[in-house]
């Protein structure tokens, strides 16, 4: 594939079993969308992590549709190379596969994103099968699902029972037979992970799930470190742009107090 080509659902697809890697970043405005599309990234994913990184919530349960579309959309202007996926928000999908269908629908026409994603398994697989065969793309998501955060007594690894790793084996196998092109994998065992992706033929994507998955998926704010406290172990930082933001905000406040900002060469004649 060429650097700049197009990044699809197909040219996700043939990635698998190659050991080419899939590099997807979330992102919530244009500014770090264009940022991450300029870099490279092959995905970028409008989370409905935003709830928790944008508006301050203590989970993704409030997100919106409304919300999501409108962060869609302006992320979108953002993307040019990289595929766009953007979250189907908690509500909007479970209560029927129509209220499923529309909210999806409104993600493509109104948010401009390319495929959308769900969280669950076995009991998701309708839905996924009467998107896709609508033409819509759906990327899964299996494992510790964060919309049923309140189901699962708080955010915490899964997959380490029998029972449990029985059931997101099951969940990820069905959401590959229904038609997913791609499916990420949340905070897991690696064991568990890597066996997932050696039995489904779409790609995994990975976030605390191990190495052994065709990509990984990282929240922006925790790979810049944006949320100095916020340190989880999957969590790996490239910046420290929390500390630098502040340290840049106090400077300007310094310079403003001490009338120094502006200087002659910052004023118009
Ligand atoms: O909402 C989100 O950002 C996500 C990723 C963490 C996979 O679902």
Do not use: N
Request: glycine content about 10%; charged content about 25%.
């Amino acid at each position: 594939m060429a650097a700049d080509a197009k990044v699809t659902t197909a040219a996700l697809r043939i990635r698998k079993g190659t050991g080419q890697r899939i590099a997807v970043l979330t992102a919530y405005d244009v500014v770090f969308a264009r940022l991450a599309d300029d870099a490279g990234i092959d995905v970028v994913l409008v989370g409905d992590s935003l709830g928790m990184v944008v508006q301050g919530e203590r989970s993704t349960l409030a997100v919106t549709l409304d919300e999501m579309v409108y962060h869609s959309r302006i992320v979108s202007r953002g993307v040019r190379r990289a595929h766009l996926v953007a979250d189907l928000p908690f509500m909007s999908y479970q209560a029927s596969v129509e209220d499923g269908m529309r909210a999806a629908g409104r993600l493509l026409k109104e948010g401009r994103a390319e495929a959308v994603k769900l969280e669950g398994g076995v009991e998701a697989s309708e839905l996924i099968r009467r998107l896709t065969g609508a033409g819509i793309p759906v990327m899964g998501h299996v494992g510790m699902t964060p919309q049923s955060v309140h189901q699962l007594g708080g955010f915490k690894v899964q997959g380490r029972t029998d029972a449990q790793r029985a059931k997101i084996l099951a969940d990820a196998r069905a959401v590959a037979e229904a038609g997913a092109y791609a499916m990420v994998i949340e905070a897991v065992p690696h064991a568990l992970a890597a066996e997932i992706t050696r039995e489904v033929s779409v790609p995994t994507i990975g976030i605390g799930a191990g190495a052994d998955c065709d990509g990984q998926v990282m929240v922006m704010h925790d790979l810049l470190g944006l949320e100095p406290a916020w340190k989880p172990r999957f969590v790996r930082r490239y910046a420290e742009m929390g500390k630098a933001v502040g340290e840049a905000f106090a400077a300007y406040a310094a310079d403003v107090r001490a009338g120094r900002f502006p200087s002659p060469e910052e004023t118009y004649d």
